[in-house]
């Protein structure tokens, strides 16, 4: 008899999914649960990015404490921290999971293809096609995009566009920002080590982004605000950005109101991180 060389996909029970307080999650999010659709999905993208800021404070304070679920539920709904695309996507494919919903996790590489792979985002598939969910990458996408070549969405008047390519015989997908790639996204198997290794060099690496500045980002109702250890800009649709000097105490503020909750003591820790950083 011949037998399979087929590996099977990695699904929740790979993933440990059970671990997430789904409930909790829904709760925040303010979302009740449906039956899988694209309007389903559209609304859990929507509430998910308007819920959960992109932050990376417990990098900064030096209280990373891994991917692993539970951690990621205290994370971003117990704590509300807020997170990057390691944690955001998680707990969002679980929820899509749990509500019946086909997915796929997806590894990419920010800005450049010779970049790591340290960019993680979910892929669905609804209603015979496939859709791009990137609630993790901060200034991205607030709904889905189908992922095929050439599709386009307009977020607050600017336009999001997919585009396909081959990277050595592998398709990869492209996310434009008015022309500008933010990230591309891979075919490849993603299992969770995959995802432990890539928050481990973004977290602990000398060299990462999030371990040399701060980044708080937070979608609006009109637009998108980010926050930097030095800087506030605010983008509105049909208004030129706003982009205006802060203090360290005035950046600490903002982090807490673009929804960073800090426990006592805390803002004075992260205060004397971004005293460093400056």
């Known amino acids: 008899m011949q037998t399979s060389n087929t590996v099977p996909a990695p699904r929740g029970e790979s993933w440990r999914t059970e671990l997430f307080d789904l409930p909790a999650y829904f709760d925040a999010i303010g979302v009740a649960r449906g039956e899988p659709s694209l309007e389903m999905l559209t609304r859990l993208h929507e509430a998910h990015v308007h819920t959960f800021p992109f932050a990376n404070?417990?990098?900064?304070?030096?209280?990373?404490?891994?991917?692993?679920?539970?951690?990621?539920?205290?994370?971003?709904?117990?704590?509300?921290?807020?997170?990057y695309c390691f944690e955001h996507a998680q707990i969002f494919a679980a929820a899509l999971e749990h509500l019946g919903f086909t997915i796929r996790r997806a590894l990419g590489r920010v800005h450049r293809i010779d970049n790591s792979r340290t960019h993680m985002s979910v892929v669905a598939?609804?209603?015979?096609?496939?859709?791009?969910?990137?609630?993790?990458?901060?200034?991205?996408?607030?709904?889905?995009i189908e992922?095929?070549?050439?599709?386009?969405r307009d977020e607050n008047g600017r336009t999001l566009t997919v585009h396909r390519y081959d990277d050595g015989g592998s398709p990869v997908w492209a996310l434009d920002r008015d022309g500008a790639t933010q990230h591309f996204t891979d075919e490849?198997?993603?299992h969770p080590i995959d995802v432990?290794?890539?928050?481990f060099v973004t977290s602990r690496s000398t060299h990462a982004p999030f371990t040399q500045h701060?980044?708080?980002?937070?979608?609006?109702?009109?637009?998108?605000?980010?926050?930097t250890e030095n800087a506030?800009?605010?983008?509105?649709?049909?208004?030129?950005?706003?982009?205006?000097?802060?203090?360290?105490?005035d950046v600490v503020n903002?982090?807490?109101?673009?929804?960073?909750?800090?426990?006592?003591?805390?803002?004075?820790?992260?205060?004397?991180?971004?005293?460093?950083?400056r």
């Open 57 to 83: 404070v417990d990098v900064l304070l030096g209280r990373a404490r891994g991917v692993d679920p539970e951690t990621v539920q205290d994370q971003l709904v117990r704590r509300r921290r807020g997170g």
């Open 125 to 144: 598939h609804v209603e015979g096609r496939r859709w791009l969910c990137d609630p993790g990458f901060g200034f991205s996408l607030t709904a889905p």
């Open 147 to 152: 992922l095929t070549d050439g599709a386009t």
């Open 188 to 190: 490849h198997t993603v």
């Open 196 to 199: 432990h290794t890539g928050h």
């Open 214 to 227: 701060l980044t708080v980002m937070k979608h609006t109702d009109d637009g998108h605000v980010t926050l």
């Open 232 to 249: 506030l800009t605010v983008r509105r649709r049909g208004d030129d950005t706003e982009h205006r000097e802060l203090s360290v105490d």
């Open 254 to 277: 903002r982090a807490q109101e673009l929804g960073v909750r800090l426990q006592t003591g805390e803002d004075r820790l992260l205060a004397e991180a971004l005293t460093r950083i």
